[in-house]
């Protein structure tokens, strides 16, 4: 384990299969959580090295929604009463993951599909170009806390002014020449988590990543007051994690390091 060593620990980051960890987690104590699992890819994804890379390959899709059932079993049993989710997944299992999520939460527990479009990626001569990814919103009860997000207005008439975002999430993909890029191969950007943390997360509430990957759900996490916790079996997630919140410091007090054998 790693956390920032304060009485009032802002960020956690733990190693190993979200599966085992989460047994360790209280129940109903995790304001929000934002999980961004494997695809279901069905290759091995790389960033700019081996050592930055993961497998997503699997035997069958029933293999891979086991898997992803099993977690969201544990990640609902963590989320405090009027607690959320946020599950971002893309075209291959959207569709499996909101029944399973209908399941395990509820089908009236469903909160927004929303879709987060960017600009990054190829295009097709025998199909529309994919150039989205969705992220289903579900609560864990009647209540939970959400404040609006506001984006740029668009239109002639309200230019220059600030309006609600809708479902539809205009956010760029990080280029290669981004100064926030890590080499981590499926890092999302800051604002995106930014826009999506502020909105969903109550100040001061505990947001959890269970596969975090290089830490960006955390870094916004921790950059907007609220406290997070970061679990990856990766060990170079963790490595890269871990700089990235130690570089941000710590908004109680200043952050140390502290590692549990």
Not at 9 to 32: H, K, N
Request: aromatic share 8%; with cysteine; glycine share 8%.
């Amino acid at each position: 384990m790693i956390d920032s060593g304060n009485n009032e620990v802002s960020w956690r980051l733990l190693a190993g299969d979200c599966s085992e960890v989460l047994d360790d987690l209280p129940e109903g104590t995790v304001d929000l959580v934002y999980a961004d699992p494997p695809f279901a890819t069905n290759q091995v994804q790389k960033g700019r090295s081996d050592r930055l890379a993961y497998d997503d390959r699997w035997p069958d899709l029933d293999s891979y929604l086991s898997f992803m059932a099993a977690r969201l079993t544990q990640l609902h049993r963590v989320l405090a009463p009027d607690g959320a989710i946020l599950l971002h997944v893309d075209w291959r299992s959207s569709h499996h993951l909101r029944v399973l999520l209908d399941e395990i939460f509820g089908a009236e527990r469903f909160v927004n599909h929303l879709v987060w479009q960017y600009g990054l990626g190829g295009s097709s001569p025998s199909r529309f170009a994919r150039k989205h990814d969705d992220i289903l919103y579900y609560a864990r009860g009647d209540e939970r806390w959400f404040e609006p997000p506001m984006v740029p207005a668009t239109s002639r008439r309200m230019a220059g002014m600030m309006k609600k975002a809708t479902d539809v999430i205009a956010i760029p993909a990080i280029n290669n020449m981004a100064t926030e890029r890590t080499g981590w191969p499926t890092q999302k950007p800051v604002a995106l988590l930014e826009l999506l943390v502020g909105a969903c997360a109550k100040p001061g509430g505990t947001v959890l990543d269970p596969f975090c990957g290089s830490g960006t759900t955390l870094v916004a996490a921790v950059g907007l007051g609220r406290k997070a916790i970061g679990i990856d079996r990766h060990p170079e997630a963790i490595r890269i994690a871990e700089q990235r919140l130690t570089e941000l410091g710590d908004p109680i007090t200043p952050a140390s390091r502290q590692t549990d054998a």
